[in-house]
């Protein structure tokens, strides 16, 4: 399976592609959303992980791109970012949006959330990973648990 990274922080680029390629994934980075349909137009693509804050082309534009475009309208997408403000929340509150995992959390969360998505719909469980509330389509992620000790992103 390969993933797409976009990301404007290149030491969380190198993170990311190094925890994912150590689970067997294979891993393609971009820096912004322009670069990511550029690399989505080169390789095929199983899911997109972006930020959503990035200069160029941000997440929620790169989004609407990867969406309009036919042959990539249903690879699936997880946002990212540092801020969980409600500003940010309301941005990815919309039945278009599959899912959101704030960084910083641990590597497992991410690991989940890369499975459930990746999993055929019909097959996937009714709630996503950490048990997040949903609102329609949107799986969103809110709160935090308490500190397990284990690495984060």
């Known amino acids: 399976m390969t993933l797409l990274v976009v990301d404007d922080e290149p030491e969380y680029r190198l993170i990311m592609r190094a925890v994912l390629m150590a689970e067997g994934w294979d891993v393609l980075l971009a820096e912004n959303g322009e670069e990511g349909i550029a690399k989505m137009k080169e390789s095929k693509v199983d899911m997109v992980i972006s930020d959503i804050y990035m200069p160029v082309m941000d997440g929620i534009r790169f989004h609407r ?4 475009t036919p042959e990539f309208e249903k690879t699936p997408f997880l946002f990212v970012s540092a801020y969980d403000d409600q500003h940010t929340l309301d941005s990815v509150k919309d039945p278009r949006y ?6 910083a959390r641990p590597v497992e969360e991410m690991i989940e959330w890369i499975n459930y998505l990746t999993t055929p719909e019909d097959k996937r469980p009714k709630l ?14 809110f709160g935090s648990r308490g500190g397990s000790g284990t690495p984060t992103l």
């Open 98 to 103: 599959e899912g959101f995992l704030r960084k």
């Open 128 to 141: 996503p990973p950490g048990g997040a509330r949903t609102r329609g389509q949107t799986q969103i992620r």
């Open 65 to 68: 791109e990867v969406r309009g």
